[in-house]
């Protein structure tokens, strides 16, 4: 359905994004992760036909926002990073006010201000101004807004940052409850987002991709290597020193007195390790094993990224 | 078309929504019902006065006496009025944020340029119809009526008044910030004002003769005579063409930007 095809785009001298690609079938749910700065929304806002890219193109259902951008807009839903609207305006007015500028039929359009009034929860707002909202309200409008032409794309940026836990799954429902109806990306900093809501996940650090992946396959396949997590009294050089000698282990990292281990996968070295620090005089404390978490995976990936380039 | 009307109605609803549309209007009709009516008192007088001299009396008209100066005086109204109506027009959206919108719905540019100009534009024909009745009183008072040059007056009012207003949106495209929008459509609008007055046009220097032509109070003067120039015609056209289409020019490059 959306297909980013090699797309730079720089700010002046700067480089936002460089040389990405990706694809989001139909239907799909797509988490677009990364870091502060990383580019997701000049990403998002190229898909968008904002702003042309500096290099590459990218096609929605087909049609190149190079040459035929008001077909593409005709497709595309967006709620950006800080929903910006018309505080003047009334709910219900405002809703209709877009709708019309996104050429929604004056005969379909009280079928559609009805339809994505309930769908976003906002009957009992349609008569406020919209600048009286609560962010959670504001989101929500932003959101029908984007709804209003009954487009088969959404591009959310960021949709629940600055809401209360409530409201964040609530809206986290609202798109879970759109899967499979429309395709969505949605770029988010918060990994259990993207975990709990989409199916397939575009890592990006510093406008470049890192990792594309199901949600379920990037947490396995990182799992290459399992973690240990311990607790051990003592000079912590030494012991980290210590723990590297042993065969099979990876990186040794340190806060205080916890320490994680990691090991190569299919090999189980708790023992060894727990062998290791008693036999070497210190004093061991907790052993656990533990598995890497989405977080973990993204946390690495974008670190590496960071190391690599500093090399 | 429906994507131009849209923009158009929201715009209008929120110039009469907020004080800025009610304030100018009165503003507006106020002073220039002043000038008018100081206007009318002096050209009584004087062709009280000039009743005894039947020479003089037909030398000075309606046109002369009345509404040439009035319509003089109407050209420094507009230019005070019309920047605080089109400062806000692009720098406010470009503010808030909602230009991201705009520019990612199925429209075009100039389908949001064209809505808020017109908007804009109605309120300054509001203007214009609030001060017809002053010449239906003027020729009530001196009992003949001479509509033609009133209504090129008129037209010379309208075109310069549209100038105006075109100019103040490319400001406002140029600018996030609505005070620095109103500050250099002052500043520009003055400039050009000025520019006949640098070197005297009459003074046979070409220099002067260009500048003269540029400037904008040097094609009203026809007008407010009664006269219609296709000359000046042309020169407001393309005083409001060349400024919508460099609005035009300054969104597309701000986003090529970014
Ligand atoms: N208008 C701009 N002019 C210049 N540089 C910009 C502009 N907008 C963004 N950048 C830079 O481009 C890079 C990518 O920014 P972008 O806003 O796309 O990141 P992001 O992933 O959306 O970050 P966040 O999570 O903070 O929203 C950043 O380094 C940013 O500083
Ligand atoms: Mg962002």
Not at chain 1, 106 to 112: D, H, I, W
Not at chain 2, 210 to 227: A, D, P, Y
């Amino acid at each position: 359905m959306i297909k980013i095809e090699k797309v730079t785009k720089l700010y002046g001298q700067t480089v936002a994004v460089r040389d990405i690609s990706f694809e989001v079938a139909e239907g799909e749910i797509l988490g677009f992760l990364g870091p502060n700065g990383a580019g997701k929304t000049t990403t998002m806002r190229v898909i968008t036909g904002y702003f042309p890219p500096t290099d590459g193109n990218v096609f929605v259902a087909g049609h190149s926002v190079l040459d035929e951008p008001l077909e593409v807009k005709r497709q595309i839903g967006y709620v950006p990073e800080n929903p910006a609207m018309y505080h003047d305006m009334r709910t219900i007015d405002y809703l209709k006010f877009i709708g019309a500028v996104k050429g929604v039929t004056r005969t379909s359009l009280k079928e559609r201000l009805n339809k994505t009034i309930e769908l976003c929860a906002l009957k009992s707002v349609v008569n406020k101004r919209v600048g009286e909202l609560s962010r959670g309200f504001k989101q929500r409008v932003a959101l029908g807004q984007a709804l209003i032409n009954d487009p088969p794309v959404l591009i959310l940026d960021e949709p629940t940052s600055g809401l209360d836990p409530k409201q964040i799954f609530e809206i986290r429902q609202l798109i879970k409850s759109m899967a499979g109806e429309r395709t969505i990306v949605l770029s988010t900093h918060i990994l259990p987002e993207v975990s709990m809501t989409c199916s397939k996940v575009v890592i990006i650090n510093e406008g470049e991709i890192v990792a594309v992946d199901t949600t379920e396959n990037l947490g396995k396949s990182f799992v290459r290597t399992h973690q240990v997590e311990l607790v051990v009294k003592g000079p912590s050089k030494e012991i980290k020193n210590n723990l590297k000698k042993i065969d099979g282990i990876g990186k040794v990292d340190n806060v205080g007195e916890r320490y994680t281990v990691e090991m190569e996968k299919d090999k189980d070295l708790r023992s060894k390790i727990a062998k290791q620090v008693v036999q070497n005089g210190f004093e061991l404390l907790e052993l656990k094993s533990r598995s890497m978490s989405l977080e973990d995976v993204f946390i690495k990936l974008v670190t590496e990224e960071e190391e690599g380039d500093r090399a | 078309m429906r994507n131009i009307a849209e923009i158009y109605k929201r715009e209008i609803r929120f110039y009469f929504a907020t004080p800025i549309a009610y304030v100018v209007i009165i503003i507006f009709t106020i002073i220039f019902g002043f000038f008018f009516y100081r206007s009318l008192v002096y050209y009584s007088e004087l062709s009280y006065q000039l009743m005894q001299n039947a020479y003089y009396a037909q030398r000075i008209d309606l046109i002369m006496g009345v509404f040439s100066p009035v319509f003089s005086n109407n050209a420094i109204i507009f230019l005070m009025v019309i920047p605080p109506i089109s400062m806000r027009l692009i720098a406010e959206e470009k503010k808030s944020g909602t230009i991201e919108l705009l520019f990612t719905f199925p429209i075009k540019d100039i389908h949001i340029v064209l809505g808020k100009w017109l908007a804009a534009s109605t309120i300054i024909v509001l203007m214009l119809v609030l001060t017809l009745p002053a010449p239906f009183m003027a020729f009530k008072f001196a009992g003949a009526a001479e509509w033609g040059p009133v209504l090129a007056g008129y037209l010379g009012m309208l075109l310069m008044g549209l100038s105006f207003l075109s100019l103040g949106i490319l400001i406002s495209a140029l600018s996030e910030n609505q005070i620095v929008s109103i500050i250099v459509s002052y500043g520009v609008l003055l400039a050009f004002w000025f520019l006949g007055w640098i070197i005297d046009p009459g003074s046979g220097k070409t220099i002067g003769k260009v500048l003269g032509e540029l400037s904008i109070i040097g094609h009203l003067s026809n007008f407010v005579k009664g006269m219609i120039d296709t000359k000046d015609i042309i020169y407001f056209v393309l005083f409001i063409f060349m400024s919508l289409f460099l609005t035009l020019r300054v969104l597309e490059s701000k986003r090529w930007r970014g």
